[in-house]
């Protein structure tokens, strides 16, 4: 099943803190963030396996419950360059194929 | 990167006409993908492939043929175009099949049928 993102979207000023909430209805093996700006490819952002591990680099960084099955992904102090559509993909087990969510669009003003 | 490119990056066709899209990558990268773009969708995959001549198909494959007779070549063929297959598509690759690998994504192809 198809994991639901929320929100769908979000307007922020720059320097402000953003969450994105990636859910599944079925227990998750792996969680994957890509980060799509307008006309572009999907780009890799970060991987998270079981065992509830959190990573990061730079400002953005990504939490992840195997309990709840969900993932979070943060963006603290946001950039205009972290503009753009994320999604996330979400594996059930090791061999599964990825199933990604619609994308939550996040705008960042100056 | 992975060093994947679409072509065409752009096409305008019309209904009923064959159609073929091509990935190429020079990562030799085992396993590759197609996936459809569509607004309100997010990413949908419609085949896939695990080596030479090993396809399978995903969850949107109706309407769609792939071939992949080398490492680096991945086609996908819309046998007769139809207006609902307007979309932008997207080929990716990874190193492995589990889920723990990153893919890595072309620039896309955007198909416009007429």
């Known amino acids: 099943q198809q994991p639901v993102q929320s929100p769908q979207a979000v307007i922020l000023r720059e320097g402000e803190d953003a969450v994105i909430n990636c859910s599944s209805s079925k227990a998750l093996y792996s969680v994957h963030w890509y980060r799509q700006k307008h006309g572009e490819a999907p780009v890799f952002l970060m991987i998270l396996l079981k065992g509830g591990e959190q990573k990061g680099h730079d400002k953005i960084s990504a939490s992840f419950n195997e309990k709840k099955q969900q993932s979070s992904l943060y963006l603290t102090a946001s950039q205009l360059s972290y503009s753009g559509t994320y999604f996330c993909g979400t594996g059930g087990t090791r061999d599964d194929k990825i199933i990604f969510g619609k994308g939550t669009r996040l705008h960042i003003l100056p | 990167d992975a060093g994947i490119t679409q072509s065409p990056r752009h096409k305008v066709t019309e209904t009923g006409t064959p159609v073929t899209l091509r990935c190429h990558q020079t990562?030799?990268?085992?396993?590759m993908y197609w996936y459809r773009q569509d607004p309100g969708h997010g990413l949908r995959l419609i085949h896939y492939s695990y080596g030479v001549k090993d396809t399978d198909k995903g969850e949107v494959s109706d309407g769609y043929s792939v071939s992949r007779s080398k490492t680096e070549d991945f086609l996908l063929t819309l046998e007769s175009a139809t207006s609902s297959q307007t979309s932008v598509y997207f080929c990716?690759?990874?190193?492995?099949?589990?889920?723990?690998?990153?893919?890595?994504f072309g620039d896309g192809t955007r198909l416009s049928i007429l």
């Open positions: 990716a690759t990874t190193r492995s099949v589990y889920s723990n690998q990153p893919q890595h």
């Open positions: 990562e030799n990268h085992r396993y």
